[in-house]
Nanobody, 118 residues
Framework: QAQLVESGGGLVQAGGSLRLSCAGS????????MAWYRQPPGKERELVAA???????TYIDSVKGRFIISKDNYKDALYLQMNNLQPDDTAVYYC????????????WGQGTQVTVSS
């Protein structure tokens, strides 16, 4: 079955960088809109960055200029390069894949923890 697995999270000091990876299995990334979400402690999940199948990239304002989302369709992999991390970036980060036609094909990974210390 379709599966997404995130990796690359960890503990860093403010100003540091991390690169998150999302590996797909049973998913052809070219048919999906891909995105990174995050859920800070005690808060709701929020969209961080999106990479549509058409190649449109968007970011929430708080990460613009610091985060870079990228995709490798051949490897069915999604990445999030996070630079100049701040304590407010602390959250569990999730990879999401949503099929552009089949509404029920909406997949999530298990999440990877990112903790930024000050």
């Amino acid at each position: 079955q379709a599966q997404l697995v995130e990796s690359g999270g960890g503990l860093v000091q403010a100003g540091g960088s991390l690169r998150l990876s999302c590996a797909g299995s049973g998913i052809i990334f070219s048919a999906f809109d891909m995105a990174w979400y995050r859920q800070p402690p005690g808060k709701e999940r929020e969209l961080v960055a999106a990479f549509t199948r058409a190649g449109v990239i968007t970011y929430i304002d708080s990460v613009k200029g610091r985060f870079i989302i990228s995709k490798d369709n051949y490897k069915d992999a999604l990445y999030l390069q996070m630079n100049n991390l701040q304590p407010d970036d602390t959250a569990v980060y999730y990879c999401n894949a949503k099929h552009f036609q089949v509404a029920t094909m909406d997949y999530w990974g298990q999440g990877t923890q990112v903790t930024v210390s000050s």
